[in-house]
């Protein structure tokens, strides 16, 4: 099973990101998928999550402004996050959770990760 996040970066406060996850050594299809962030000194923090599919479902903290895509043809699942504030600033990780779980919120309901991406959000 291999995982390759992108997307990340710098980028101002009120700015947007596109993350990207590609999987791979699974049926990726069948799972559903999550996002979580992890900032310095932080607890791993929930951000989204897609159904196998296709629902999405959102964090308080990000609804409306973060948008949870999946294309199963090309095994990748999307972040796409506009008005990017500075407490944003993390490291962002795909997972993909054990079957039958929704939405997975914790990380004991991941059955693989990806390596993870860092976004910055800074002025």
């Known amino acids: 099973v291999q995982f390759v996040e992108s997307g990340g970066g710098l980028v101002q406060p009120g700015g947007s990101l596109r993350l990207s996850c590609a999987a791979s050594g699974f049926d990726f299809s069948v799972f559903a998928m999550t996002w979580v962030r992890q900032a310095p000194g932080k607890k791993l923090e929930w951000v989204s999550s897609?159904?196998?599919?296709?629902?999405?479902t959102y964090a308080d903290a990000v609804k409306g402004r973060f948008t949870i895509s999946r294309d199963n043809a090309k095994s990748t699942v999307y972040l796409e996050m506009n008005s990017l504030k500075i407490e944003e600033t993390a490291k962002y990780y795909c997972?993909?959770?054990?079957?039958?779980?929704?939405?997975?919120?914790?990380?004991?309901?991941?059955?693989?990760w990806g390596p993870g991406t860092q976004v910055t959000v800074s002025s």
């Open positions: 997972a993909g959770a054990f079957p039958g779980v929704w939405p997975a919120r914790t990380r004991f309901e991941y059955k693989y």
């Open positions: 897609i159904s196998a599919g296709g629902t999405p």
